[in-house]
């Protein structure tokens, strides 16, 4: 079987290599073995591969993959609530491999007739979302949060849930063509304008929000983006951290921390499935498969490449101005 292998870190077009491994054998008891069928392609796929991602950098060499979706293709014994065929979610680091085996309490089962490019976006950016909206800071119906990279997987789904709840959310995005975009999934207000600029964002931010307090603000950016948040937001509010696509640590003036009793906070899903505990995870993971059903909660998807052309497909992923996600296919999924 085909795996994409990393044995140094670099350029992810030029770093990974498309190896033939093993297959895996018979799943031991309590495992199963899943053949994938759509991988995904994250942002922090490409920084993991660049050895940019994480506290550490993974040992070499190490299969790359943060989300997939695939079929059970062989029981262990002892495993229950699982049959040959069902359609999960692995959830495990390596998904960019043809097959592979998995403790089966990893293998979040889906609905059998989930749109499988969908499903392979299911485990990171919703439940990410989600918990970014409802379980940092406590916002009531009418009040306001703003967000970077908001045209981003994440930052639309955000949009949307945040309208459902009648939250109001200011919209930053880096490019005129992103705007309709995210107005049309739901966001109050949105511009692409004094992105680098922290006096006159705050001035736009004023007259976006007419004047309204910002109590959350979420950077998925860092660098200097995350000074701008800082300084529209209202005192005493929270800055939540959850990426780093600028490449550069969070900046950001302590004035605000001492004086205005701002507080700078990170997020990571991994953390939050502890934190937030089974029944909620469990609860989310159900509502986003509903609403990718219903058509409400779905990743607009700018190509599917095979996944023997993962070079391509890394290239692809990392261009700026997408128009949506870039997935990999097997034959598996082809065939
Ligand atoms: N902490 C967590 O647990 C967690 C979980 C999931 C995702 N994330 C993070 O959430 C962020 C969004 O992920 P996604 O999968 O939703 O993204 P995505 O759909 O792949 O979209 C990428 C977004 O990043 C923007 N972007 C790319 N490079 C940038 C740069 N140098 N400066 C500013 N903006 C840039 C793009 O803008 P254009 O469209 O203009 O190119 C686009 O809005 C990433 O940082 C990711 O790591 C974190």
Known sequence: MKAIVIEGFGDPAATIQLKELPDPPAPAPGEVTVEMLVLNINPSDLLQIQGLYGVSKPPLPFIPGGEAVGRIA?????????????????????????????????????????????????????????ALLMDQVKLQPGDWLMQNAANSAVGTFLVKLAAERGINTLNIVRRDSAVEGVREAGGTAVTADALDDARAFRKTARELTGGAPIKLALDAIGGGATAVLANALADGGTIVNYGLLSGEQCRIDAQHLIFRKVTLKGFWLIHWFTDAGRERVAATYASVARGMAAGTLTTPVAEVIPFEEAKRAMAAAGEGGRTGKVLMVTKAYSG
Not at 88 to 97: E, G, K, Q
Not at 103 to 130: V, W
């Open 74 to 130: 062989a029981i262990g014994d002892g495993v229950s609530g699982l049959a040959v065929g069902d359609i999960v979610s692995p959830m495990i680091l390596n998904c960019w491999v043809e097959r592979v085996n998995i403790k089966a309490h990893l293998a979040m089962k889906l609905p059998a007739d989930i749109d499988l490019l969908q499903a392979s976006m299911i485990k990171g950016n919703p439940a990410t979302a989600e």
